[in-house]
């Protein structure tokens, strides 16, 4: 039931009742008047009753109600059953994040989070034409996220490590922007060594450089 038909005799007496009749908050109410009975005692004693039509407010479809849809959806059609959970979108990064419990997650996260990565990117792009909204889009799966961060921040370090000591510049394999930016908020006040990403198209690598005065120590030292 989403709509009723009650008396009161006072509006807000009549609101409230089918508030409590649909378990809404009265905010979530259309209300419509359809009766208002003002003969009362030889017409001194004001409204009799109030007679309304209230109908549960239809909510609109957030962009996390319709992201959360989409990938169901699209994981029924690859015969798979995973739960969702959306955030909603944070004000200051703009980004919803969609957290899937999937026992056969592996299959959507793919080699090195490939499928993933393309899973991500359709969503973001059906949101964005639905919404005409630039949100920024993260979507996990088992907590994949979480230990690939681990994975690049131990493999940074080493790298970063190695550089201070031999002097040189060293790169990462090719990474996505989300991976790249955990690099690079890794190191982004270190005073020891410096990073930039490097190359063309979707995935780059990280170039990890020690500052100006380690990278001439060793240099001088090995061409000793």
Do not use: W
């Amino acid at each position: 039931m989403d709509a009723i038909e009650v008396e009161g005799k006072t509006y807000e007496e009549a609101v409230k009742k089918a508030s409590l009749a649909l378990n809404v908050d009265e905010k979530d109410l259309d209300i419509e008047v359809t009766e208002v009975d003002t003969k009362g005692i030889l017409g001194l004693l004001g409204s009799k009753k109030v007679r309304i039509t209230a109908k549960i407010r239809e909510k609109e479809e957030t962009p996390e109600d319709y992201g959360k849809q989409l990938l169901q959806d699209l994981g029924r059609f690859a015969g798979l059953a995973f739960n969702v959970k959306a955030t909603e979108a944070d004000e200051k990064t703009e980004r919803i994040l969609f957290l899937i419990q999937c026992d056969d997650g592996d299959v959507l996260i793919g080699k090195d989070g490939e499928t993933l990565e393309a899973l991500q990117h359709i969503l973001r792009l059906a949101i964005a034409k639905k919404y005409k909204q630039n949100l920024k889009v993260l979507v996990d799966i088992n907590g994949y996220r979480e230990k690939r961060r681990n994975a690049l921040t131990v493999m940074a370090k080493r790298l970063a490590d190695k550089a201070k000591r031999t002097g040189r510049r060293l790169k990462t394999d090719p990474l996505n922007p989300y991976e790249r930016r955990i690099i690079h908020t890794l190191f982004k006040y270190n005073k020891n060594v410096t990073t930039k990403s490097e190359g063309e198209g979707h995935t780059k690598k990280v170039v990890i450089s020690p500052t100006g005065s380690m990278r001439q120590g060793p240099a001088r030292h090995g061409r000793r």
